[in-house]
């Protein structure tokens, strides 16, 4: 399925009055792209088992757009210091990210000949998440000497939220994957599907910019995305019974951007 059209409206959208917002706030703007690997956190494998956490990875891109409160680009000249000017900054992001899914761990190894193995063994599943949101992010250190020192570091911290759209797909290698007798493990019965949605979740991440020139920076960045649904990734047998799903869909993001200042 193809990223709805909306995202990119809604982001357009966002810009454009960020932009408009500029000349009477005094805000001054920054945009970006990141790209990295993705380490989806659901109920395919085993939890905290390394072969899942390392197979269960995809990557993720997106764009990114920085409200800047400590300096004006249209005097080209500092706002009034105040600590929230000195140390915030206000993050827009239209990203996507896609994994592959996959059962690892004890349950699918090989020595393992039972019927219940042999059906984990063949599903095979991803999802694609089309995400849009904020995130204000903490720079302990003075934003005002990072960005007038070529060289220096600026770590940080945030917290967001973002909407997403997701886009599951379950299939088996033993054949149609609604055949709940000899394809689809009976765990899974009532607990699958290929349909995509829509949802909430929480954003938090760490890392630090280096000032490669006077308009530009690098980033690394080290996200966690909490979605409020465990469905993200097409699974979610019954939590009752199965209390080893019962936590929604999560992933880990680690990625690298280039950031440039506009003028």
Request: proline share 4%; charged share 15%.
């Amino acid at each position: 399925m193809q990223t709805p059209k909306y995202f990119i409206i809604v982001f357009a959208f966002l810009l454009g009055l960020s932009n408009s917002a500029k000349a009477q706030f005094g805000f001054s703007h920054e945009i970006g792209v990141i790209v990295g690997p993705v380490a989806f956190q659901s109920d395919y494998g085993e939890r905290h088992d390394f072969e899942t956490n390392s197979g269960n990875t995809g990557y993720g891109i997106g764009l990114i757009h920085y409200l800047n409160f400590s300096y004006r680009a249209e005097c080209n000249c500092y706002t009034p210091e105040t600590y929230f000017n000195d140390h915030f900054k206000l993050r827009s992001e239209l990203s996507y990210n896609k994994t592959k899914l996959q059962h690892f761990g004890q349950w699918v190894d090989p020595k393992k000949t039972s019927l219940f193995a042999e059906q984990l063994r063949a599903m095979r599943g991803s999802t694609a998440v089309t995400n849009i949101g904020m995130q204000l992010e903490y720079f302990p250190l003075s934003i005002r000497d990072f960005s007038s020192t070529i060289g220096a570091w600026a770590p940080f911290i945030s917290l967001g939220g973002q909407f997403s759209f997701y886009d599951p797909e379950v299939s088996s290698t033993l054949g149609d994957i609604t055949n709940y007798v000899d394809v689809l493990p009976q765990k899974y019965v009532d607990g699958v599907t290929n349909r995509g949605g829509t949802v909430w979740s929480i954003v938090s991440s760490v890392g630090t910019r280096y000032k490669l020139s006077e308009l530009s920076d690098l980033m690394v960045d080290l996200r966690v995305q909490y979605y409020f649904s465990n469905w993200v990734d097409g699974l979610n047998p019954d939590p009752k019974i199965w209390t080893e799903n019962r936590a929604n869909d999560w992933n880990v993001w680690f990625n690298v951007g280039y950031i440039f200042y506009l003028q």
